[in-house]
């Protein structure tokens, strides 16, 4: 019986980076398209050692468009197969957001798991979150990404499977497998508005005083939480690193002995997967 590929990072592997640069990616001129396509490709380098994984291969690739059954295209997808075999890699991460289908395409030419651009920063996430809300919306965030992942072709999501608490005999595995991902992304969502409930009394009694209240917010990795302990005092996570601070954190700032204000390390951003979870 086949299995269904472990999307998590739970161990170092050898990892492929993937990056392709598509014309409708990159405007300007060729220089300043070329320099915006390797700083990307320099990003991703960074997002996948975040992982702890070891960066073994980097392939890059210029497309018109993406292919739409591998994003890659045939032949350079034959290469990228021949390099899994060569380098024995473990999983071959695309800096890029796949549909499932490539997704699945992929892993079936390249025999190795296969990550895109938001799963990879989900299971970064997945890692470093540490306050409860943060831990809520990256489950809540990765179950949303993989639900949309779980398509017919994997040969133990045929099977028919019945049982006590399910719908009932005849129900393939891969109706039971969405039906409860959508159970558990429910009850996520309605511990999730708690803990909100909760974040926003806490808010009102700290709006209910005199201090007036500052956030430092912006991309990862450009030494945020850094000047908020510098100027706090505070010992909040402060590394070279992409999300090393994903929790917010609000300190008293003493401006003068009778001034002071409430400032917040609103923790990190990146552009193209803020919306999978921060809420």
């Not at 086949?2 to 990616?25: C, F, H, N, T």
């Not at 994984?53 to 890659?72: P, Q």
């Not at 994997?154 to 009932?168: A, D, E, F, R």
Request: a positive charge; proline letters at 2%; one cysteine or more.
């Amino acid at each position: 019986m086949s299995k269904q590929p472990d999307k998590s990072l739970s161990k170092p592997e050898r990892i492929m980076l993937v990056g392709v640069m598509l014309e409708a990616g990159y405007t300007g001129a060729n220089e300043s398209r070329e320099r915006a396509f390797q700083a990307a490709v320099e990003e991703a380098a960074e997002l996948v050692r975040a992982t702890g994984g070891e960066l073994v291969r980097c392939e890059t690739a210029k497309r018109a468009r993406a292919h739409t059954a591998l994003f890659v295209g045939t032949g350079k997808a034959e290469e990228l197969a021949a390099a899994v075999q060569a380098e024995k890699i473990d999983l071959a991460v695309f800096n890029h957001e796949l549909t499932p289908t490539q997704e699945r395409n992929l892993e079936k030419i390249l025999q190795c798991r296969v990550l895109d651009r938001v799963g990879l920063i989900l299971a970064i996430f997945a890692q470093r979150a540490q306050s409860q809300e943060g831990r809520l919306q990256v489950e809540l965030a990765q179950l949303t990404h993989l639900s949309g992942r779980l398509v017919r072709g994997y040969g133990h999501l045929q099977s028919q499977k019945g049982g006590i608490g399910l719908k009932g005999p005849g129900e393939t595995k891969l109706e039971t497998d969405r039906r409860l991902i959508g159970q558990k992304i429910a009850a996520l969502k309605k511990r999730l508005e708690a803990v909100k409930r909760q974040r926003a009394t806490r808010r009102k009694a700290r709006q209910s005083g005199s201090l007036p209240t500052f956030a430092i917010a912006g991309y990862t990795n450009t030494g945020k939480s850094s000047l908020f302990n510098r100027l706090t005092k505070a010992d909040v996570l402060a590394k070279d690193q992409l999300f090393a601070t994903l929790d917010t954190t609000a300190r008293r700032l003493y401006l003068t002995p009778e001034a002071s204000v409430i400032l917040t390390d609103n923790g990190d951003f990146l552009f193209d997967v803020t919306n999978y979870v921060k809420a």
